[in-house]
């Protein structure tokens, strides 16, 4: 194995947490000596994997967008592309570029308490390499990237047509007078089919259950107005606050008002698209899943129109045509997209020991959402499932640069989040009842009943705990070499 060099902070990923992590160390932390290792070959993560029709962002740019890089257009919903070239453009901006090396797959990570160090054996060229730093800092995401979640329908071996998953789409994929099954209900779902349905003769979307879908407007505006009067820094802020301010009322209301929102979410999607109350009405309430953005309500329109259609049903199997179904009907198809979601994975696959420990993940308790009980030195980017990720991503980057300061300051090498209250009060770490987290919650850690072991989904309270609260609050030891966190 070789030794390819020793950072004081290793950044796992360069998608848009990695670009975020690495603008605040270079600000922030500038005596800390730092590189980005990225698996891939490009910058971006989802933003450059993800290429099927119409990908888009299905949260406001004004807050998925850098709080230190105006979005600077008017589209609140914004092309997958168009967010790949601004993270990339960014990247290039702030100096990010230099810190990649890009090709670097992190497969295994070891701390060891003796030297205050961890220890990174990555893959590179088909290669085994191996960094040393004080701090990792996982950007790595939430899902596999190897592959997606596609279930294994009966059959599937004898469908004349072609099957694709979104995570790899063709790009010789031609859906030109094709009939298409898109099988799922979710964001994925929701995006591919406007898009789809412009091409193809026709689109069924397939779902066992619907989700809630809500029309939003795709520009913004008042942002508009606001940009067209103000300078661009202060209507970019004031943007990002007014859609922190609304999409956190939309989120307390679904919390506080469950049946009411449920009526009026149902009944909105209902008037635009004409269909059936029943395809589009959810066992849940709004908020346990994710609400499905639908941007000028393409997605409604369509189904009115008559391009595309909902089934609601079970799935038996393929037949040579297309698929079979619990009751009997028949879908015939030519093309079958397997919406069926992501794989979740914790740090990106990378495997973790402390002292010769395997660190079973499922086990730990999530600290402020960034960090792992009993886990030292390291950290993890994971936003917000109800509103944009970045809002948090820069929160944890700027807390992980407040820690690496002090450190700095107090001469101090260790930082450990330390958990002393009992498992029974525990709960998982990500509440939706989503398929894709129910399936991996075996290997998600979990969340406790008070701060700092609580996560609470919210913009105004992070901001608070993690930039306000001081850094010594009893959970997070910190230590010299060779000392024990007290
Ligand atoms: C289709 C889709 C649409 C989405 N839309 C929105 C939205 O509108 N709003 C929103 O807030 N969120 C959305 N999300 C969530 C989205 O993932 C986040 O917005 C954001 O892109 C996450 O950024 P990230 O950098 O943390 O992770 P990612 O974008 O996943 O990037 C992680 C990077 O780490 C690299 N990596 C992973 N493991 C390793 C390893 N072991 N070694 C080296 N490198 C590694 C990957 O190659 C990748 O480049 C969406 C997700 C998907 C899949």
Avoid at 336 to 342: D, K, R, S, Y
């Amino acid at each position: 194995m070789t030794d390819t060099g020793d950072f004081d902070v290793v950044v796992v990923g360069a998608g848009l947490s990695g670009v975020a992590a690495a603008h605040y160390l270079r600000t922030r932390c500038p005596r800390e000596r730092f590189v980005i290792l990225e698996g891939r070959d490009a910058i971006g993560g989802t933003w450059d994997l993800f290429r099927y029709p119409g990908v888009r962002s299905d949260s406001d740019m004004f807050t998925l967008g850098y709080s230190f890089r105006p979005w600077t257009s008017d589209a609140a919903i914004a092309q997958g592309a168009d967010i790949r070239d601004y993270i990339r453009d960014t990247a290039r901006a702030e100096g990010v570029l230099p810190h990649i090396r890009f090709g670097h797959r992190v497969q295994a990570a070891h701390w060891d308490s003796s030297q205050a160090q961890w220890t990174l054996e990555a893959e590179s060229g088909g290669q085994p390499v191996r960094f040393t730093c004080r701090f990792v800092f996982f950007c790595s995401g939430y899902y596999d990237y190897g592959r997606g979640h596609d279930p294994e329908f009966p059959g599937r071996d004898q469908f004349r047509g072609r099957i694709v998953h979104p995570q790899q789409w063709p790009q010789d994929l031609d859906c030109a007078g094709k009939r298409v099954v898109v099988i799922g209900s979710g964001a994925t779902a929701v995006t591919l089919l406007p898009a789809l349905a412009a091409q193809a003769r026709h689109v069924t979307l397939l779902q066992r259950s619907p989700s809630y879908i809500i029309a939003i407007p795709g520009r913004d505006a008042v942002g508009r107005a606001l940009q067209s009067v103000l300078p661009r820094k202060l209507a970019y802020w004031l943007i990002r606050w007014k859609n922190i301010a609304l999409s956190t009322l939309l989120f307390q209301l679904s919390r506080r008002r469950p049946a009411a929102m449920r009526r009026w979410l149902v009944r909105q999607a209902q008037q635009r698209s004409g269909v059936e109350e029943r395809h589009l009405q959810p066992q849940y309430d709004p908020w346990d899943q994710r609400l499905c953005v639908d941007p000028d309500a393409g997605m409604l329109r369509a189904l009115r129109t008559g391009r595309a259609s909902i089934v609601t049903d079970q799935i038996e199997g393929f037949t040579p045509q297309g698929l079979r179904l619990a009751s009997g009907q028949e879908l015939p198809a030519d093309i079958v997209v397997t919406a069926t979601g992501l794989r979740l994975q914790m740090f990106g696959g990378t495997r973790l020991t402390v002292d010769g420990d395997p660190v079973q993940v499922a086990g730990r308790l999530s600290y402020k959402g960034m960090m792992l009980s009993g886990v030292p030195n390291l950290a993890m980017s994971m936003g917000y499932t109800n509103a944009s990720w970045t809002l948090k991503c820069e929160l944890i980057a700027r807390q992980v640069c407040r820690i690496l300061n002090q450190m700095r300051a107090t001469g101090e090498a260790v930082c450990v989040p330390v958990y002393e209250g009992s498992a029974a009060d525990t709960r998982p770490a990500l509440d939706l009842t989503s398929g894709y987290v129910q399936r991996a919650a075996d290997h998600l850690p979990r969340q406790g009943t008070r701060k700092p072991w609580r996560i609470h989904q919210n913009y105004l309270r992070d901001l608070l705990a993690l930039k306000f609260a001081p850094l010594r609050d009893g959970a997070l030891r910190f230590a010299r070499r060779g000392e024990t966190a007290r």
